[in-house]
């Protein structure tokens, strides 16, 4: 098997019926985005403002999805409806900033604020159902736009939501807070935003293209994934990113980290040219993003190692899951 990039998760869903009502302004702004035609009769609509408006329906609940991009600020709004007494439940509100450099590095804090705030809104139950019914919202959008859309900035924003529900079902199912792990992957453009808790991977999908491929993981320094990988053959059906991530990372150094070079480009030019919350290479735990074995090629600290990039081409192989997006195609 050669490798291949593509982008991957691993979960098991059942499809549904889906029904959509699109709420269109008349005026277009070219410039700004053209619509998402999912079919004929169904269109997300950006105008002039870049706004966009989708209603979904699933069981007895009622989704109102709303997102907005105003001087470098995307604001989305996600409103939880009960299907049967049209009543407001709660309403999901997540802004990220791209006027700050490194934006991406602080958007698991916003997740995590907005998690605690929403918790004890609804029950444990009712969060689930919200959580299915944006999940079933996600997979057709993604299964019916083009890929040149899928990047943009008003759907990668349903990713900030989904991640709140999981954090929050999170919470309710291992009795723990709402706390979030950053996939570096976002960091890099090579996944959507994903806490790393939340990002599985097929244990014996894994293990199979391991062992076909354990000289090239092994030479870029994999052997404890290998090692781990097999430990959970027959045991387990799915790992979390998580797990893997941090075999041979410290998890309180790489917040650290994720921290002090957030800080660093949020405080005045000034302030760090004298060093105060300045990142120095030797802060990095991988190297440089420009140093062999690292997935990509970029300025700063490296976040991805190679083999960890492969992990995710691997699950989408077949293109069989949703999460691989609209630009997957199977055994390319």
Request: proline content about 2%; charged content about 25%; aromatic content about 10%.
């Amino acid at each position: 098997m050669k490798v291949k990039e593509k982008y991957s998760f691993v979960c098991i869903l059942i499809c549904f019926s889906l029904l959509f009502l699109t709420n269109c302004s008349e005026e277009k702004d070219e410039s700004a985005f053209n619509d998402i035609q999912l079919k004929e009769t169904e269109v997300i609509s950006f105008n002039k403002e870049a706004n966009a408006r989708l209603v979904h329906s699933y069981g007895d609940i009622k989704l109102i999805y709303q997102s907005s991009i105003n001087a470098g600020k995307v604001t989305s709004n996600l409103d939880v409806f009960d299907n049967a007494k049209d009543k407001l439940l709660v309403t999901n509100t997540v802004t990220v900033n791209k006027v700050i450099p490194n934006y991406k590095l602080g958007v698991h804090y916003d997740i995590e604020k907005t998690a605690r705030k929403l918790k004890d809104k609804l029950s444990q139950e009712q969060w689930q159902e919200v959580l299915l019914a944006h999940e079933s919202f996600i997979k057709t959008i993604i299964n019916k736009i083009d890929p040149d859309k899928y990047r943009s900035d008003l759907i990668q924003s349903l990713y900030f939501h989904l991640a709140v529900l999981n954090t929050i079902d999170r919470s309710f199912k291992e009795n723990v807070d709402c706390e979030c792990t950053p996939h570096p992957g976002y960091f890099i453009d090579k996944t959507t935003f994903w806490c790393q808790e939340d990002y599985f991977l097929n244990v014996n999908l894994l293990n199979k293209h391991l062992r076909e491929n354990k000289d090239f993981v092994v030479n870029l320094g994999g052997n404890d994934l290998i090692n781990y990988i097999q430990s959970l053959k027959d045991k387990r059906e799915v790992v979390s990113f998580k797990e893997i991530y941090f075999l041979n990372r410290s998890e309180a150094e790489f917040k650290t980290l994720i921290a002090k070079k957030y800080k660093s480009d949020i405080v005045s030019s000034e302030k760090v040219k004298m060093g105060d919350a300045l990142v120095l290479e030797s802060d990095c735990l991988m190297g440089k993003g420009t140093d062999l074995g690292c997935c990509g090629n970029y300025s700063g600290c490296c976040w991805l190692a190679t083999y960890e990039c492969w992990l995710h081409d691997v699950e989408c192989w077949n293109c069989d899951k949703w999460h691989c997006g609209p630009a997957c195609k199977s055994g390319v």
